[in-house]
């Protein structure tokens, strides 16, 4: 069955770090993206950061880049995230998303894509 296990979600101060990580199970695309979005309380889904994995190509928002670092481990399919400098606005809900070619981080419809089921990220001032 095709699933995507996150791990890695919690609380941290402002300033912290965290690492989330998303296994990838029973996909057989020949490239994919593999990405996190997230969606803060009363606010819609945003894309964080994705990677492709033909060339390990990656792409973040604007406001995560330099703080947040996407990376991925082709022998079992699983991709980290990692948060450094957190910041109260990075609260959310983070879900993992799996799509076969581009990423297109910049549209977060749920029709384009696979979801894991979300790890919370609490980040206090």
């Known amino acids: 069955a095709q699933q995507l296990v996150e791990s890695g979600g919690g609380s941290v101060q402002a300033g912290g770090s965290l690492t989330l990580s998303c296994m990838a199970t029973g996909y057989m695309y020949s490239s994919k993206c593999m990405a996190w979005f997230r969606q803060a309380p009363g606010k819609g889904r945003e894309g964080v950061a994705g990677?492709?994995?033909?060339?390990?190509?990656?792409t973040y928002a604007e406001s995560v880049k330099g703080r947040f670092t996407i990376s991925q481990d082709k022998s079992n399919n699983t991709v980290y995230l990692q948060m450094n400098r957190l910041r109260p606005e990075d609260t959310g809900v983070y879900y993992c998303?799996?799509?076969?070619?581009?990423?297109?981080?910049?549209?977060?419809?749920?029709?384009?894509?696979?979801w894991g089921q979300g790890t919370q990220v609490t980040v206090s001032s």
């Open positions: 998303a799996i799509r076969g070619g581009r990423c297109l981080l910049e549209n977060s419809d749920v029709s384009l894509r696979d």
């Open positions: 990677i492709h994995d033909g060339v390990a190509s990656t």
